[in-house]
């Protein structure tokens, strides 16, 4: 298998990567996971706003055009044979000789890689009859608007629930009222209650490209979508719910900790008919 | 210069590591700043024994022995002609080639790698006449009590403080009775009231290498040392304040924000010159 990094092609069994690039010290850095449909990207536009908007945020300069990068990355994908699958994309601070946390000074080149994989094996069961989730507290830092390589939170949640048979994790934090959800380690979450869409708000939760397409065509729809903090206690009144990522696409809840839903619901039925129209004129495009 | 993976040295200037280590997609990891000195190092035993105790808790296996992995140290301190310096340690859950949230399969080798460098410059005016914070926001995680590599955060108070000239940031995080502080991006905090020395407790704060021979010191010289949320403005009005860290030792504090205190203090100064005193102790072992 190959990967590219800042415009090169190298072996991914091999070394790539300087042991004092910061993304590997100090998690300085940001990632993307993108489908591949066909040898196509899906979402690339947005995919690449959101990269650049968090590089802007964190003072990271983009070291390509969108165009020439869409071109590596087709690239990558057909070296590597893969026709379903995902792209990953990591812009890093770059190497950093001196491993403090001061920024290298101004001429440091950031790192930027991808790498491409077939499509991870999901059981379909997920999406015929619901996934489970399982509730964990979200431990993770104030910075998770912005797409940052600082998982290791997420990496415990979702662990903590595929060791028990689950397949998310649902964070929740508290305040005054009691527990309110935040997000999956890897997917954002909407209930349907009487008809409306409940979901929330981008709170230091990630905006995702799924999410926003879901929204989106909901409100075209018809349905209201109401973008709030959600406590744990409506979540699981709700007459059903989903899940949203790039991977997953939208994708039922079966089951929270003890308490079950309808799975899928019509309202998610519709929505998940929905999404894969819009990736079918996403690939006709 | 060379850097020491996993049993073998390798140029620090050219890739080491792969790309799909955990380290750099998921900020799995945990690392260790030692101070060498004349080509030793010191507290070793206390370093290892904290990163292999949060290398428990995160489930990643430690593969060498405290005592090969010394001989390894003492060995890339040499081959780098560093006499005085600091010794940068690092342990990742190791190369996944699926760059997923699961972990990898038992039998995943870990990464362990070692950098060294020469002892940074700091103005010694910082010791002499004391340093600058800046407060700023505890942006981070839950996770604060292991030394991972999820350091954006830090990345990100440490760099606010320096753009205006301080030496670190003092963080902080709110409650019902108001703000109280956590510690810098790489430092811990005290300060000393009535003749009794005041520090955080261990709260999602570094149980730093540092404070603790601090605290051991200051509680054998009969200085009561209190551990507890310590708020703000308490910290404000102190008699004198100071703080700790592998490099910076104890370093007295001239300023927070507006607020300055007498630096070096009295206690600070006594506390400065026994951690000189252990450093000899440590030296002569």
């Not at 993304?23 to 706003?49: M, N, Q, S, Y």
């Not at 020439?68 to 990591?90: F, M, P, Q, S």
């Not at 709030?228 to 929270?256: C, H, Q, W």
Request: include cysteine; proline fraction near 5%.
């Amino acid at each position: 298998m190959w990967a590219w990094v800042n415009g090169e092609f190298v072996r991914r069994d091999q070394p790539g990567i300087r042991l004092e690039d910061r993304g590997l010290t100090f998690a300085d850095g940001l990632f993307e996971v993108l489908r591949t449909v066909g040898g196509k990207v899906l979402f690339w536009d947005e995919h690449l706003a959101r990269i650049r908007r968090s590089a802007r945020f964190l003072g990271i300069a983009f070291p390509f055009t969108d165009q020439k990068l869409a071109a590596e990355a087709l690239e990558l994908i057909r070296r590597n044979d893969v026709t379903d699958g995902e792209l990953y994309l990591e812009l890093t601070r770059g190497a950093d000789p001196y491993r403090q946390h001061k920024y290298p000074p101004s001429g440091t080149e950031p790192t930027l890689f991808m790498l491409s994989f077939p499509l991870r094996t999901i059981d379909a069961v997920n999406w015929e009859r619901g996934a489970t989730l399982l509730t964990y507290p979200d431990l993770r830092h104030r910075l998770c608007e912005h797409k940052t390589i600082n998982l290791l939170a997420n990496v415990l949640a979702k662990n903590y629930a595929y060791e028990r048979g689950g397949y998310e994790a649902l964070m929740c934090r508290e305040d005054a009222r009691g527990s309110y959800i935040t997000e999956g380690g890897s997917s954002n979450y909407f209930c349907c209650r009487g008809g409306r869409l409940l979901t929330p708000e981008i709170d230091n939760i990630m905006p995702g490209i799924t999410r926003a397409g879901v929204i989106d065509h909901a409100r075209r729809a018809g349905i209201e979508v109401v973008e709030r903090r959600l406590y744990l206690n409506e979540f699981l009144g709700a007459d059903e719910a989903f899940l949203t990522s790039t991977v997953s696409k939208v994708m039922p809840i079966r089951a929270v900790d003890y308490t079950t839903f309808p799975a899928p619901g019509p309202v998610t039925r519709r929505l998940m008919d929905a999404f894969e129209e819009l990736i079918h004129q996403e690939l006709a495009r």
